[in-house]
């Protein structure tokens, strides 16, 4: 079975500013992924890419097997709710349903019709009156509505409060349950992924820092806290995310695909959100490094 | 798609439509009344000879006519500013274009549905303006016998003026990206192309016509000077009146040379050895006569006249260009042309573009 997201060092140049370089990934079908990163590290221009509404200035991207085209067969089989989940505010919910069944030969409205009812909404509001949960929700059911098979969702949840997100968390999980699609989920919150999510993609300073599967994450990756030393002489299959130094202790995260045997390290398990705190933190400072560098040729 | 875009456009094409039956209405009524009333009074008084207080009395019924033409000059505008403008830009502004371009429909064809509907609604409702008000008006220009003063309120040329300004509309808000700035930018473009095409292409748009003649000073009793190059006919375009050296090179405007005033105002001065310098040409191939130049009536004397207008007549000549009113049709299939083309181009520009933007 083809990817549901294949990379190969994709990269996006805005005027001399790179988004996104030299970005290599491969999430397989059927997982629900999450796309994690700061702000500004690149998410929604991978996001973009994959649904075809930028296109690459290098490398290459492809969904379900084939490159992002704007062809409706390439178009139907994958479903997008944008960040803030735009949608038409002169129209009303029933308008957007209707639109949604105009645009998509495999369109459910079916299931349309009960996912508005389960939340409530009224069919003759304005999509613009709609609160920002329910307009989250809204764009959710046209993106599932279509039957895709993969839906990508762009920081859906960002402007939610706690509990509209936590419902529509959910609401997106039943919909997997029952449809089976894949799902790639962007965030700059690790606690909206965590329940969700089975794997992960950590996005910083425009660069993947890492992916994989969430259990083969965790099951790989150790803070060790000893007495003060040097991380660069360490057993060469450690290898080093962060590390953080008091005058008598250091405290590292690694990654190994082993136990850890030396006897001189107190080794702790991480949770997700510590792992993606040390590439988050690796990145930032090779990104402040390689500043410092340029400021030396300069 | 096109369900869709009618959604979209429905509220905005019904004002627009309803508009266009109303006044549709008035004009059905208003228009036969006018007909009838330029065969009860024009039509006899013409065949009985001079008929101006008629004609005034029935030219000056056109208030309605000058707030349709007014309509009819800003409509295109209007359109151009408020469905073109914001047909892209507002997408692209809120956000609305990731649902629209995600759904599955290829863009290329949601962008050819959008410029299909609404740019031939707003040609439509140009279009159908201009031809009633063509229909209506017919007598009152008749009488007026003056069709390029009112060329671009009048048949074929608003369909264009639509089509164009829809289409500068649309491309505006695609590479702006805002609402309100596509639609200033609009506005000033298109104004600007208007006053443009109107001043510096469309006299230009068939080799204008001319008429070269002599120029005859005042004679004897300071009478004026020759009009003998004014239009052929009334309804002809005079783009210029000029006068011409020798050379060829343009010596005077509108009957004025060097210094003197009005039509003709020719002054001569004297150079000298009884020669007389034609001011702002130059100096005369003839000599005068010695005597007096000023007949004893006051008033150039007869030798005078005679000399200066063996001079004028070496030294200048006048040339009227003129587009014929035979050239009305013409001329508004070629200006239609050009619109119609600009507004293809920037259509294809806005497809070559959306594709090179955005994947």
Not at chain 2, 138 to 157: E, H, K, L, M, Y
């Amino acid at each position: 079975m083809s990817a549901a997201l294949a990379a190969r060092g994709l990269g996006k140049q805005y005027g001399r500013r790179w988004a996104l370089s030299d970005c290599t990934l491969d999430i397989p079908q059927g997982r629900v992924v999450g796309l994690v990163g700061p702000n500004g590290a690149g998410k929604t221009t991978l996001l973009q890419l994959a649904v075809g509404l930028l296109r690459p200035t290098a490398g290459t991207i492809e969904v379900l097997g084939r490159p992002p085209s704007d062809d409706a067969r390439q178009l139907g089989q994958v479903g997008f709710v944008a960040q803030d989940t735009p949608v038409y505010s002169a129209l009303s919910v029933a308008d957007h349903l209707r639109l949604g069944g105009w645009l998509n030969p495999r369109w459910d409205d079916e299931v349309a019709q009960r996912r508005i009812g389960q939340l409530g909404l009224d069919l003759k509001q304005r999509a613009g009156k709609l609160s920002g949960g329910q307009r989250a929700q809204l764009a959710l059911t046209l993106a599932v509505a279509k039957r895709p098979e993969l839906l990508i969702l762009d920081e859906p949840v960002a402007s939610l409060d706690p509990l509209a997100r936590r419902e529509f968390l959910q609401l997106l999980m039943a919909a997997v349950a029952e449809h089976e699609f894949s799902i790639v989920l962007s965030s700059h919150l690790v606690a909206d992924l965590e329940r969700i999510c089975d794997y992960l993609v950590v996005l910083a300073s425009s660069r993947v820092q890492v992916a994989g599967e969430v259990d083969g994450l965790l099951a790989t990756h150790r803070r060790l806290i000893g007495p003060r030393r040097d991380p660069k002489a360490l057993a060469p299959d450690l290898q080093v995310i962060d590390a953080s130094h008091t005058d008598v202790q250091s405290t590292l995260v690694v990654r190994c695909d082993g136990p850890v045997h030396d006897p001189g390290w107190t080794v702790e398990e991480l949770s997700l959100e510590d792992l993606v705190l040390a590439y988050m933190g690796r990145a930032r400072q090779q990104g402040s490094a390689s500043d410092r560098r340029l400021g030396v040729l300069r | 798609m096109i369900r869709l875009s009618w959604r979209q456009f429905r509220a905005q094409a019904t004002v627009a439509f309803g508009a266009l039956a109303v006044i549709a209405v008035v004009l059905a009524i208003t228009g036969p009344q006018l007909v009838h009333l330029y065969y009860t009074s024009v039509v006899p008084c013409r065949a009985q000879g001079d008929c101006s207080v008629a004609t005034a009395a029935f030219v000056g019924r056109d208030k309605l006519l000058q707030a349709l033409s007014l309509v009819l000059v800003v409509v295109p505008g209007v359109i151009g500013v408020f469905w073109g403008a914001p047909l892209l830009a507002r997408e692209l502004e809120t956000g609305t274009y990731q649902l629209a371009w995600t759904q599955s429909v290829p863009r290329k064809r949601w962008l050819a549905v959008k410029l299909g509907l609404v740019g031939l609604a707003s040609v439509a409702v140009t279009g159908l303006l201009s031809l009633m008000v063509t229909w209506w008006s017919s007598p009152i220009d008749r009488v007026n016998a003056d069709p390029f003063t009112v060329f671009d309120q009048r048949g074929i040329v608003p369909f264009g003026y639509a089509a164009f300004a829809f289409a500068l509309g649309v491309t505006a808000g695609m590479l702006l990206r805002r609402t309100v700035p596509a639609m200033a930018a609009t506005l000033v473009v298109f104004a600007g192309i208007r006053v443009v095409v109107e001043r510096l292409v469309r006299p230009y748009l068939i080799a204008p016509l001319r008429i070269v003649s002599a120029v005859v000073p005042p004679g004897p009793g300071n009478s004026p000077g020759n009009a003998a190059a004014a239009a052929p006919s009334p309804g002809d375009w005079v783009l210029s009146d000029q006068t011409i050296n020798a050379a060829g090179r343009v010596v005077g405007q509108d009957g004025v040379i060097g210094y003197g005033g009005g039509r003709f105002g020719i002054l001569f001065s004297p150079a000298g050895d009884g020669r007389m310098t034609l001011q702002g040409v130059g100096l005369c191939p003839n000599r005068f006569p010695a005597q007096a130049s000023v007949a004893p009536g006051g008033g150039p004397s007869a030798a005078f006249s005679q000399a200066a207008g063996k001079c004028v007549t070496r030294l200048v000549r006048q040339v009227l260009a003129y587009q014929p009113t035979s050239r009305y049709w013409p001329l508004q299939g070629y200006e239609l042309a050009i619109f119609g083309g600009l507004a293809l181009i920037l259509a294809g520009f806005s497809f070559w573009w959306m594709r090179r933007r955005f994947a």
